[in-house]
């Protein structure tokens, strides 16, 4: 296997005039919006569905509507404790601020294993020529919880790894509950997306945007659909995740209590494509930091995936295999599951 050298943190680069080359991304994937001056929303621009979980009947229906039209949506009135989410966020954001290069650089991740746990900067990149994305990040492995090792997570605030934990917890029973209600709006059993995916494995990754002197010129990551059954985001108030929505990118708009999920490609192969995954990217901008907080919700390597109707659309895929594909091809604003559309 080809050693890989440990990666530049974007954090250092801080401060300078210019983006290095590397970061600078080619004519058609450049944004076309900056954050942060004030005209970041388009007004005729259509923002991604809101969705209150605590109105009973309803709820299956504006899903269906949601999950249809766009692979994504906010909810509120969710069950997670708002103080919670904030705590994360803190902390996420007091680990990369208030932490000293060398404490970071002692919980680097492996930059020779694809997956590996720890502080990091080059997660979704295929070859070295690839363009780099201008984000550091934090990966926590969460569940199940023979994964789960809080001394690998960062100590240098007692409540770190209970508010880690806790998270987990909470994100595990609210996407057990959207996976309930995304099959039953499509008329399947309850649990049956859930027991297509089987036991959870779920990333908690905390992504962090530094500044950027060449916002108009980069990306703070690259696009992608993520690759397992459902992503739960939460963001700080500075905005630049963008969805795509009929071939335009929108910009999802900062709501400080609520969650933002994203069906992942293993929903779209379950549902036979009846909803799918959602293509997502983020965007830098010139003045402030950006934080996100996202908890994927994967199956377990060896599990097969298979549509859930018949006739199916899609070939059955072992998850592993999936997952090395992507890490091998890179996401390159592909969408790697229609290499397995029939
Ligand atoms: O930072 C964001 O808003 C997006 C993060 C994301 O898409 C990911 O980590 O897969
Ligand atoms: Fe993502």
Same mark, same amino acid.
């Given at each position: 296997?080809?050693?890989?050298?440990?990666?530049?943190? %974007?954090?250092?680069?801080?401060?300078?005039?210019?983006?290095p080359?590397?970061?600078?991304?080619?004519?058609?994937?450049?944004?076309?919006?900056?954050?942060?001056?004030?005209?970041d929303?388009?007004?005729?621009e259509?923002?991604?569905?809101?969705?209150?979980l605590?109105?009973?009947?309803?709820?299956r229906?504006?899903?269906? @509507?949601?999950?249809?039209d !766009?692979?994504?949506?906010?909810?509120?009135?969710?069950?997670?404790?708002?103080?919670?989410?904030g $705590?994360?966020?803190?902390?996420?954001?007091?680990?990369?601020?208030d932490?000293?290069?060398?404490?970071?650089?002692?919980?680097?991740?492996?930059?020779?294993? &694809?997956?590996?746990?720890?502080?990091?900067?080059?997660?979704?990149?295929?070859?070295?020529?690839?363009?780099?994305?201008?984000?550091?990040?934090?990966?926590?492995?969460?569940?199940?919880?023979?994964?789960?090792?809080?001394?690998?997570? &960062?100590?240098?605030? &007692?409540? *770190?790894?209970?508010? %880690?934990?806790?998270?987990?917890?909470?994100?595990?029973?609210?996407? $057990?509950?959207?996976?309930?209600l995304?099959?039953?709006?499509?008329g399947?059993?309850?649990?049956?997306? @859930?027991?297509?995916?089987?036991?959870?494995?779920?990333?908690i990754?905390?992504s962090? *945007?530094?500044?950027?002197?060449? &916002?108009?010129?980069?990306?703070?990551?690259?696009?992608?659909?993520?690759?397992?059954?459902?992503?739960?985001?939460?963001?700080d108030?500075?905005?630049?995740?963008?969805?795509?929505?009929?071939?335009? !990118?929108?910009?999802?708009?900062?709501?400080?209590?609520?969650?933002?999920?994203?069906?992942?490609?293993?929903?779209?192969?379950?549902?036979?494509?009846? *909803? /799918?995954?959602?293509?997502?990217?983020?965007i830098?901008?010139?003045? /402030?930091? @950006?934080?996100s907080?996202?908890?994927?919700? #994967?199956?377990?390597?060896?599990?097969?995936?298979?549509?859930?109707? $018949?006739?199916?659309?899609?070939?059955?895929?072992?998850?592993? #295999? *999936?997952?090395?594909? !992507?890490?091998t091809?890179?996401?390159?604003?592909?969408?790697?599951?229609d290499?397995?559309?029939?």
């Amino acid at each position: 296997m080809e050693v890989v050298d440990d990666p530049i943190r %974007v954090q250092t680069l801080v401060g300078k005039e210019a983006v290095p080359p590397q970061y600078v991304q080619p004519l058609e994937t450049r944004p076309q919006r900056i954050v942060g001056n004030g005209n970041d929303n388009d007004n005729d621009e259509p923002s991604p569905p809101v969705i209150d979980l605590s109105k009973g009947s309803s709820v299956r229906e504006q899903l269906e @509507r949601a999950c249809r039209d !766009w692979g994504a949506f906010h909810v509120i009135n969710h069950g997670v404790p708002v103080e919670l989410l904030g $705590e994360m966020r803190r902390l996420g954001r007091s680990f990369f601020e208030d932490c000293t290069m060398d404490q970071k650089l002692s919980y680097g991740c492996d930059p020779n294993s &694809p997956a590996s746990e720890g502080y990091g900067s080059r997660m979704l990149v295929a070859s070295n020529d690839t363009v780099l994305d201008w984000r550091d990040y934090y990966d926590h492995h969460t569940l199940p919880l023979s994964r789960q090792n809080p001394s690998k997570w &960062p100590h240098f605030s &007692p409540n *770190y790894r209970k508010v %880690v934990a806790d998270y987990s917890d909470q994100m595990n029973s609210l996407a $057990e509950k959207l996976l309930c209600l995304i099959s039953e709006s499509l008329g399947l059993p309850s649990s049956c997306i @859930r027991d297509a995916i089987g036991e959870f494995y779920q990333n908690i990754t905390v992504s962090y *945007y530094p500044p950027c002197p060449q &916002p108009e010129l980069t990306l703070g990551l690259q696009s992608h659909s993520d690759m397992g059954a459902i992503t739960l985001l939460i963001q700080d108030d500075v905005g630049g995740l963008e969805v795509l929505k009929d071939g335009k !990118w929108v910009l999802v708009n900062p709501l400080c209590d609520a969650i933002f999920v994203i069906l992942a490609d293993q929903t779209e192969m379950i549902t036979n494509g009846q *909803y /799918k995954s959602a293509p997502h990217r983020a965007i830098t901008n010139g003045k /402030k930091a @950006r934080l996100s907080v996202a908890t994927f919700h #994967d199956p377990a390597k060896m599990k097969i995936i298979s549509p859930a109707f $018949e006739p199916p659309k899609y070939r059955p895929v072992r998850y592993g #295999d *999936y997952v090395s594909s !992507w890490y091998t091809q890179g996401p390159e604003g592909k969408r790697n599951v229609d290499a397995l559309l029939i």
